[in-house]
């Protein structure tokens, strides 16, 4: 598998997210990509081993944590349709009367954050060791400088929490959800440690790592669908076509693509497009599945 080929047929393109005051530091020319395989083997290119903020793609592992602890119907306060909005939009929100979506839009994130909150004495320790576990490594962490610039700066978030929070959609404290919500946002990631920690959704919910199913079949399935209609927000459709695979981005640049049964891609590269996708990422996984001749359809 020539990874290395990928690494140098794509160009730097896209801008640095800059909402996030605290990301827009990252250099743009940055890029890895990383291969895990159901087997065991991983190839891996560029950046690779840097760590980097993984922002939205930590959405995934919440509402995994959410699918296997929490016992009341998380469906009942967050839908699973594509939003077409937005992943920040307000929008919706008013006209669904406090009901997100989908779990990987900011409102849906939150929603799973407060229903994880509500059956977890740490919510936030629990997480980490979560994707600690996931990844088989222990130094994975919290990056506490991009959680408080995204508190600081993060007014559009505080008023989705308040408007789910006026829709009885929040049953805790809302400044204790959103530090929750931020610090999952943090997590600072290597594309290798990505790409071993969602092998479970290529390998019907078994952690290789952990020796244990961390999903059932069933779960594993649902996840990938739910990244395949909103993984890459409103750009889902075109990925769709041009990649056809399940995946899930965040505005840190990083792409994490699901082959089931097969393998996980984790790419990087800051540069965003429009809609808030790493712009070489796509680029790079659009290469790869064809070289490879994968997809899921
Ligand atoms: N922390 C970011 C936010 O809340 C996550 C967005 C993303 O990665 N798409 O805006």
Known sequence: MDVDQVLLEVVGEGEVASYIPALARVPADKFGIAVQT???DSFR?????????????????????????VTDSLWDRVGREPSGNAFNSLVQLEF???????????AGAIVVIDALISVLNEAKICFLEYARGLSGNESINFNDEVARSESETGYINFALANFLKAHDNIDNDLDVVLDTYFHHCSLDMS?????RAFLPLANNGFSTILGDAVLTRQQSRQVNSLMLTWGLYDAVGRFAYRVGLPAKSGVGGGIIAIVPNEMTIAVWGPGLDKTGNSAMGTRALEMFAQMTQRSIF
Request: hydrophobic share 45%; charged share 25%.
């Open 191 to 195: 594309c290798v440690d990505l790409a």
């Open 38 to 40: 159901v087997e065991g």
């Open 45 to 69: 290119a560029g950046d690779a081993e840097e760590r980097f903020s993984i922002q939205s793609i930590s959405k995934v592992f919440s509402l995994m944590l959410a699918m296997r602890i």
């Open 96 to 106: 669904e009367r406090g009901i997100p979506r989908n779990p990987f839009i900011n």
